[in-house]
């Protein structure tokens, strides 16, 4: 089994380089822009036709935009279930793209720092992306990429509402700011719930590792905005560089520091009984294999264990995911066959690092 993304399940992307400012609780930082084209129905009411001309209007944008030209392009509708689900693995698309019907496509840079989703709920989705807390570099990456693009297209814009959405959510700036947090002490001791009550008091959604509609594995959490329309794209960034984020972040390094001073043999015991599991398990579902792996993730980043590197954790992230387990396998598996192949992936990364 080969296809066009067969060396992309083998790296890591960008979001997952582990560095950058905070990068030891904040796995990613995520800016997404929403844009449509004047003249055009939003994607709910375009049928067959009407799309193949967005993506063509689109394509042609993008091909006279020189900030793009080394983006990589997949033809989404032409891509099989296993390389859409890939995709949606390495967060390059979403699972309403990966789902969806007619013409649409991905671009993106190799290194996986920006990706474009034509014809996803929007005519067009901008996305960069960056390891640890790196709002700056993504916004300035992105708002160039969005201003290319203008300058080739006609944005469906308000002068009252600002950009015009297929979601009423996203209307004004379409900004959706997303970090993706690693929370293993605060769920630990169960502080969950005070962080996710603070972030609804703040007009923030917490999600799981997916994005909308998902559960949290491993302790990774995505905390993003709400509200687009009344702010501005700078006040939006502001509040997740300077006030919610940090506050989270010094949360969480405060509970591991408390249960390194006060329960130091439950933070071992979950820690070794994790690497111990991953290095020895025989079956190990998805679910389970990303629990462990948080808890590893943990003991690195306090002190408590060295013998796992970083970058290999990482990898094993992404790798053990099903589509990226089976791209790497060479064949489809039934969830068993995965279970089986997971468990003998991670004891041959964990034994030989």
Known sequence: MSGPLDQVARQAGEWLRGTGPMHEIVISTRIRLARNIRGFPFLPRADADVRREI????????RRTPLLKDHVEMDVEQLDELDRTLLVERHLISRQHADGSGARAVLFEPSEASAIMINEEDHLRIQTMRSGLQIDAAWEQINAIDDALEAHLDYAFHAQYGYLTACPTNVGT?????VMLHLPALRLTNELEKVAQ???????????????????????????????????EEEIIDDFRSVVIPKIVEYERATREALLKNRPQALDDKIWRAIG???????????????????????????????????????????????????????????????????????ARLHTN
């Open 198 to 232: 603070a972030a609804r008091d703040l007009k923030l959604a917490v999600r799981g590792l997916h994005g909308e509609g998902t559960e949290a594995l491993g302790d990774f959490f995505q905390i993003s905005n709400q509200i687009t329309l009344g702010r501005s």
């Open 55 to 62: 993506a063509a209007a689109m394509h042609g944008a993008v």
């Open 277 to 347: 599991l991953l290095k020895n398990a025989r079956l190990i579902s998805s679910h389970e294999a990303m629990q462990y792996l948080s808890h590893v993730r943990m003991g690195l980043h306090v002190g408590r264990l060295d013998s796992v590197d970083l970058a290999t954790l990482n990898e094993l992230f992404l790798q053990i995911q099903p589509a990226h387990l089976q791209k790497l396998h060479g064949e489809r598996l039934t969830g068993e066959q995965r279970s089986i192949e997971r468990a003998a992936f991670i004891r």
């Open 174 to 178: 379409g900004i959706r700011v997303s």
